[in-house]
């Protein structure tokens, strides 16, 4: 009898555990986005609401922490110094794999909100998220090359950490919004949204943005990846009409 009793209030546990489960409920305003000859750029929202069935936990409050990542490749990363009175490159270093744009928005400064544990799970941070495993023999300062990987992409705002971007009504409701820079590689970038308390993660969603060229930019790229030479013999006359037209317009200014 007692060890009946016993199974029946496990399952009774396990019954209450998986109804307290969180899930994410996600929206995009867009999940395409189309490159053409004028994109200087987009703006992609992301909203969506928590679904329980029991009421919200007591205890750590929740946090929302959204990322999204470009197509990734393998970067060389050069180290230049100045010798003999002009810069030159010295060491390289390839980085194995490197998203060519990620976003990290999240709803409070993400070293309190996640624990380190959960990101190295995860890869949610940025140097998480970019893998480098080797390095020539000769170099000792490898992760130096991942920071300026990092500093430089930031500077061009395809590196992004926006901490306290998300916003969370009830523990309920999030939505945040994500800038795209003009310099976008085509290709589908991964989104993903955590649902953290007291630094780990519950729940999460993942979903793809589909990033593409469209038009005349669309024809181009194609042209210089299948014809590179008709691209070239293109590219040239274009050079050669637009000079001879420049020179026509101010033989024509002098007169």
């Given at each position: ?23 994410v ?12 000859t004028n ?9 969506g609401?928590?679904?329980r069935?029991t ?22 990363v ?22 060519s ?10 070293d ?5 544990v ?6 949610i ?80 969603y ?7 060229k ?16 008709l691209y070239?013999?293109?590219s ?18 002098r007169?």
């Amino acid at each position: 009898m007692r060890a009946l009793l016993g199974i029946v209030l496990g399952l009774m546990m396990l019954a209450t555990a998986a109804g307290a489960k969180e899930e994410v409920v996600l929206g995009l305003s867009r999940n395409t986005i189309s490159i053409t000859t004028n994109f200087d750029g987009s703006e992609i929202l992301v909203f969506g609401a928590v679904k329980r069935e029991t009421p919200i936990p007591e205890g750590a409050p929740l946090e929302v922490i959204v990322t999204v990542a470009g197509p990734s490749h393998p970067v060389v990363v050069r180290r230049k110094e100045k010798r003999f009175g002009i810069w030159i490159n010295t060491d390289a270093v390839e980085v194995d794999r490197a998203p060519s744009f990620y976003a990290i928005n999240t709803s409070g400064p993400l070293d309190d909100i996640l624990s380190a544990v959960e990101d190295q799970r995860h890869k949610i941070t940025i140097p998480q998220a970019i893998r480098s495993v080797g390095a020539p023999q000769n170099i000792t300062d490898a992760g130096a090359f991942t920071q300026s990987l990092i500093r430089i992409r930031k500077k061009s705002n395809l590196y992004q950490l926006n901490e306290g971007d998300v916003s969370i009504e009830e523990q309920t409701l999030f939505r945040t919004s994500v800038t795209l820079p003009a310099a976008l590689t085509e290709g589908g970038y991964g989104t993903r949204i955590f649902l953290v308390r007291g630094g780990a993660i519950v729940a999460q969603y993942e979903t793809v943005i589909d990033v593409r060229k469209v038009g005349m930019e669309r024809w181009l790229f194609k042209l210089s990846r299948e014809q590179s030479l008709l691209y070239g013999l293109l590219s040239l006359a274009i050079a050669i009409a637009a000079g001879w037209s420049a020179s026509a317009v101010f033989g024509l200014l002098r007169r």
